[in-house]
């Protein structure tokens, strides 16, 4: 389709001067999808240039509301989240330079909020409505969160002793300190969720699913991903689990969740980590911190294929942590007490790439050797549990639970979100499933939705940033000097960017959610703007089109004089300076800072 060059106005709603426009048009709707890449790429769609603004004008309590109202946990998030929207970042865009820091933004706003900083939700009237959930990790508490708001009373069913799945249990405290954690759950679950600790549901638990599906409105499955998976290993030891025979191996995941219940766990000298997410991460700097003198984490592909952020393996190396690459282990190696003595490798070459932007690994044949070791921790990923299922759940072929597009499972009231559903993601992907479902449980408990998703169109009287602050670099997070890690387990690494270095992070975002328009009526086609033009963000177009869908626009440069229809800003390239809006002699560019809100349907 294309659309009318009388003014550059891609949508359906073009705001006068000072009025605030809420437009449901698809193209209003998919300029926001298309221009802001932080938030398009965050799974819970967190309106990041709002929060970055906020802490830019000092307002850090209204940075950690606008993060609560879509990620729920922004003290935690601001410490581990996985942090796609940084990779999207257009800051981060070839010849723009450094994504802006938004991660440690994020952990600014809940740091620098003031002590009386007040929590505001929108409320809504008691339901009536009874709904239980199981599991208290990041998904559960998300949705938790969100049914309470919507005015249902909620129980969430834990089996441990303290809420917070992987966050408590898999995190380890010097990455999320333990006092943050639980402020943030408060807060999460502080409208009157009824949480039920050391509170296993399911088979042999004495509170089985099917009561709680008798005696609740609906129930939602939040239980998380939490098997180990075992090493597949060949040879003499092709089909066993090298765990059950020796003392000295053990799989990640259960080594850290005992660890974090208060147990008292040891390793050896030499320890050896093969995997190569977070979970393998952890073990290993946690070895580092309970006394081994050498740790390396063996990894089948390469150190820049491992999932976690760049940050994180930074620290680690500067903790003394190596990491080898290209190895698949085929065997361990055991002495004649039973004890480990090594772990056999087989040598890898990359292959092509796999799904999600992994590579192959080829073993090549006859290159094994072995690397002395004498403490083994399996951190290669986890499965579903579903042992615990005493109603008849259907499972798709990999036994994880199959939901439909209404987030039901195929048992009628039955619900399902977070890793359980999804397999091991991330806690930003678990509560953006948790919220998701949710909205989706209250749908079917009221019998209609209730909230919906519009363009919020706020005019915006002058440019809000500065050229010059493109050129600040990016802040570094400071972190705890070396020698004073491994002395304590707990010490936080990282210790936030205070309020100087958040200000000057906070000033390098550009913004994206501003709109910068030209008024094509009153342009006068002098060119003044283009030519302060910083990149080629300003163009001659002889038509552009959008899908009606609002995905896509696309400019028809002119190449002639005669073929000119329009002068149009071209938003994917616009870094937000504001150098026109202050060139052009006719003022006949405007901006609105273009946002989704919520509203009550
Ligand atoms: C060691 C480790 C480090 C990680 N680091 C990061 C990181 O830095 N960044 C990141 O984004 N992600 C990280 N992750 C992944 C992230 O923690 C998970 O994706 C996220 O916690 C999943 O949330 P969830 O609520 O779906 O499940 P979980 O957090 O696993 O919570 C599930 C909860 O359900 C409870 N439960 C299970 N069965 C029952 C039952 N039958 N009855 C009652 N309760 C039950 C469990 O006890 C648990 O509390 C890490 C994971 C691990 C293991
Ligand atoms: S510059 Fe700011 S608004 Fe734009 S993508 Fe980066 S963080 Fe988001
Ligand atoms: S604000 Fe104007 S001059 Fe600056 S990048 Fe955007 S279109 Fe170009
Ligand atoms: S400076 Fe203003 S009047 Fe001149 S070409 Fe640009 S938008 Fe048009």
């Known amino acids: 389709m294309s659309v009318a060059l009388e003014r550059q106005h891609a949508g359906g709603v073009q705001p006068a001067t000072s009025e605030v426009v809420y437009s449901e048009d698809a193209r209003d709707v998919g300029w926001v999808a298309r221009n802001i890449p932080c938030q398009h790429a965050c799974p819970a769609s967190t309106d990041v240039p709002a ?14 509301e606008i993060n609560r109202e879509a990620n729920v946990l922004p003290g935690v998030l601001g410490r581990i989240c996985s942090r796609p929207c940084e990779a999207a970042c257009r800051h981060g865009w070839p010849g723009n330079g450094e994504s802006v820091g938004i991660c440690n933004l994020k952990r600014s706003a809940a740091d620098l909020k003031q002590a009386g900083h007040r929590i505001t939700e929108r409320l809504y009237g008691p339901t009536g409505k009874r709904v239980a959930i199981v599991g208290a990790g990041p998904a559960g508490v998300a949705a938790a969160h969100d049914l309470s708001m919507l005015g249902h009373e909620v ?15 898999g995190i380890p405290d010097f990455r999320l300190p333990r006092d943050i954690l639980q402020v943030e759950l408060r807060n999460a679950l502080r409208l009157g969720v009824l949480l039920y600790l050391d509170h296993a549901v399911g088979k042999g638990s004495g509170r089985p699913l099917a009561d709680l599906l008798r005696d609740y409105d ?5 239980a998380g991903c939490m098997a180990p998976l075992p090493l597949p290993l060949q040879g003499e030891w092709k089909g066993r689990d090298p765990a059950d025979v020796c003392p000295d191996v053990e799989h990640g995941l259960p080594f850290l969740m005992a ?6 766990k040891t390793v050896r000298r030499r320890v050896a980590v093969v995997g190569a997410g977070f979970t393998a991460l952890d073990c290993a700097r946690v070895a580092a911190r309970l006394g081994a003198q050498e740790v390396i984490i063996h990894i089948r592909t390469a150190e820049e294929y491992i999932p976690v952020t760049k940050e994180e393996i930074f620290e680690a190396k500067r903790e003394g942590i190596r990491i080898r690459g290209l190895r698949t282990p085929v065997g361990i190696e055991l002495d004649a007490g039973g004890r480990l003595t090594g772990v056999r490798f087989v040598q890898n070459r990359l292959g092509g790439w796999r799904e999600g932007g992994r590579r192959v690994a080829i073993p090549i044949a006859g290159s094994e050797f072995v690397e002395p070791c004498d403490t083994l921790l399996i951190a290669i990923g986890q499965k579903t549990v579903n042992d615990f299922l005493d109603v008849a759940v259907e499972l798709d072929r990999w036994q994880n639970v199959r939901i439909g597009a209404d987030g039901m499972t195929s048992v009628p009231g039955l619900f ?6 999804t397999g091991p993601a991330t806690v930003i992907e678990a509560i953006a499933r948790g919220r998701e479902s949710a909205t989706k449980l209250d749908a079917w408990l009221m019998g209609r939705p209730r909230r919906k998703r519009v363009v919020k169109i ?20 400071p972190t705890a000097a070396l020698a004073e890690r491994n002395q304590s387990r707990t010490l936080e690494v990282e210790l936030g960017l205070g309020a100087a270095g958040s200000a000057a992070e906070a000033r390098r975002c550009y913004l994206c959610n501003l709109r910068y328009q030209i008024d094509v009526d009153r342009c006068i086609y002098c060119r003044a703007c283009m030519d302060v033009a910083p990149r080629a963000c300003i163009k001659l177009v002889s038509g552009v089109d959008v899908a009606a869908d609002g995905s896509t626009e696309t400019l028809r440069e002119a190449k002639e004089w005669n073929q000119v229809g329009a002068i149009w800003i071209d938003n994917n390239e616009c870094i937000r300076c504001g150098a026109c809006f202050k060139a052009c002699p006719v003022q006949c560019i405007s901006i609105t800072r273009n946002e989704f809100a919520e509203v009550d349907l």
């Not at 929060?51 to 950690?64: L, Q």
């Open 51 to 64: 929060y970055i603004r906020a802490i830019a004008e000092g307002r850090h309590g209204d940075a950690y």
């Open 218 to 222: 609906a129930v939602l499955l939040a």
């Open 259 to 264: 660890l974090h219940r208060g147990d008292t």
């Open 416 to 421: 399902a979100a977070g890793d359980y559903v």
């Open 155 to 169: 129980s969430l069913f834990e089996r441990e002793s303290q809420p917070g799945g992987m966050l408590r249990y």
């Open 458 to 477: 706020v005019p915006v009287a002058q440019p809000l940033r500065e050229r010059q602050f493109d050129f600040i670099a990016r802040q570094e997070m």
